[in-house]
């Protein structure tokens, strides 16, 4: 257990549709990374956030969004929902921001399936 | 998006077998991870590896950051049947944790 907690494990919604997945860090992390692992496109960066700012952005659409609220607690938005949205969607914590030495943990991930 | 050259792609050995993984990249990274994914889970850090050059071993597992900080390898000697999953390499540069995933390694191995 990486003590990172994702909800929910699994998700199956239709396209159009809006989703949201929560994570919690581990606790005393201050830094939230959300990862996307699909079978093409393998683990892809998609955003991060320290101490409730943004800090990094990676391949994210514009159709999704993320926040990281006071409780250090963060929810990952995916809009207008397409089918190849489908994936697993993980979430990653740190206590710090990225140096040297910045252990990250993941959770064990959302699946979400767009039919 | 931006991947790095994971090699091999896939590995079916025998129990016993030692077993060797890269990753090599374009680009310099300050830090190297390994992960190994099993199914249905996330990643689970395996080694860290902070300066070139530097070897490092988790029991079983060792692991180099290459000296031109733009490759490292994994080592796993005497494979064991838990051994199976997907291993994936990582690195880590700028100050930010934006992690680079290679495409993974599938593991199998025969009892």
């Known amino acids: 257990d990486s003590g990172v907690t994702q909800t929910p494990k699994h998700l199956i919604t239709a396209t159009g549709q809006r989703v949201t997945l929560r994570c919690s860090p581990r606790s005393g992390d201050l830094s939230v990374y959300w990862y996307q692992q699909s079978l093409d496109q393998g683990l892809q960066f998609l955003i991060q956030?320290?101490?409730?700012?943004?800090?990094a952005k990676g391949n994210i659409l514009e159709r999704f969004s993320a926040q990281q609220f006071p409780d250090l607690h963060s929810e990952l938005n995916l809009s207008s929902l397409e089918l190849g949205d489908s994936a697993l969607y993980f979430c990653?914590?740190?206590?710090?921001?990225?140096?040297?030495?910045?252990?990250?943990?993941f959770g064990e991930g959302s699946w979400l399936t767009v039919v | 998006g931006q991947q790095l050259n994971q090699s091999p792609q896939s590995m079916f050995i025998q129990e016993g077998e030692d077993v060797s993984m890269n990753c090599t990249s374009s680009s310099i990274f300050n830090t190297w991870l390994w992960y190994k994914q099993d199914p249905g889970e996330g990643p689970v850090l395996l080694i860290a590896l902070y300066k070139a050059g530097e070897l490092t071993s988790n029991g079983r597992l060792t692991a180099q950051f290459g000296i031109t900080r733009k490759d490292s390898f994994l080592n796993i000697s005497a494979s064991i049947p838990s051994d199976v999953g997907i291993y994936f390499c990582a690195g880590q540069s700028g100050n930010t944790g934006k992690l680079i995933f290679g495409q993974g390694t599938t593991l199998q191995v025969k009892p």
């Open positions: 990653a914590s740190s206590v710090a921001l990225g140096r040297s030495g910045n252990t990250i943990y």
């Open positions: 956030y320290y101490n409730g700012e943004e800090r």
